[in-house]
């Protein structure tokens, strides 16, 4: 019978485990990028609502703002795959 203390997991699966661990915690910035997609878009329709004749000279200023938000998602997406894979 194996001692409770006792480590029931060689090397190499751990670090497997580990990997996917953090793998799994980089990948919430993914879900920070979709709320900060939300929050631009969301301000932009607040906006143009409230001005419309405004609002065609934003919309440049909002798919930039989307770019940057979308970005941060992607690289957490690859550093999510870097320690998956390397």
Not at 41 to 46: A, I
Not at 70 to 78: H, N, P, R, V
Request: proline letters at 1%; aromatic letters at 8%; glycine letters at 16%.
């Amino acid at each position: 019978m194996a001692d409770s203390t006792e480590l029931l997991v060689n090397g190499d699966e751990l670090i497997t485990m580990g990997k996917f661990i953090g793998a799994g915690l980089a990948c919430t910035g993914m879900g920070g990028a979709a709320i900060g997609v939300g929050l631009v878009v969301g301000n932009f329709l607040s906006g143009a609502l409230r001005n419309p004749s405004a609002s065609a000279g934003q919309t440049a200023t909002m798919f930039i703002g989307i770019a940057f938000a979308e970005a941060l998602g992607i690289f957490s997406f690859l550093v999510a795959l870097l320690l998956m894979f390397m």
